[in-house]
């Protein structure tokens, strides 16, 4: 009994105070563009900053890129492949501590 007590008050709490004419979905797709944008401004900033920050050439085609595959995913709604940033063809694990034998 008291759990459906708490079920109803909890839902008129929500009527109470939920926005009435808000289209949830809509609002959460565009919290979705705007958090890939950033994502995406964020690590374009990064690579640039570290990796090709002595050639001007190369951010300016890190930038290009960036930009090309923004278009794409915000107008097509298509996920992006994973791509590998390793130069290495694999990783070396972590050497054993000399006191586990």
């Given at each position: 009994m008291?759990?459906?007590?708490?079920?109803?008050?909890?839902?008129?709490?929500?009527?109470?105070?939920?926005?009435?004419g808000t289209d949830f979905g809509a609002a959460?797709?565009?919290?979705?563009?705007q958090a890939i944008s950033a994502g995406t401004q964020a690590?374009?900033?990064?690579?640039?900053?570290?990796?090709?920050n002595n050639d001007p050439v190369a951010g300016a085609v890190i930038a290009k890129l960036s930009s090309t595959v923004q278009s794409t995913a915000?107008?097509?709604?298509?996920?992006?492949?994973?791509?590998?940033?390793?130069?290495?063809p694999f990783v070396f694990p972590m050497p054993r501590p000399a006191a586990m034998g």
């Open positions: 008291f759990v459906l007590r708490s079920a109803f008050w909890l839902v008129v709490g929500f009527f109470l105070v939920a926005p009435h959460a797709s565009q919290v979705k563009d690590a374009e900033q990064i690579i640039v900053s570290q990796v090709f915000t107008s097509h709604s298509v996920a992006l492949p994973m791509q590998d940033s390793s130069t290495r």
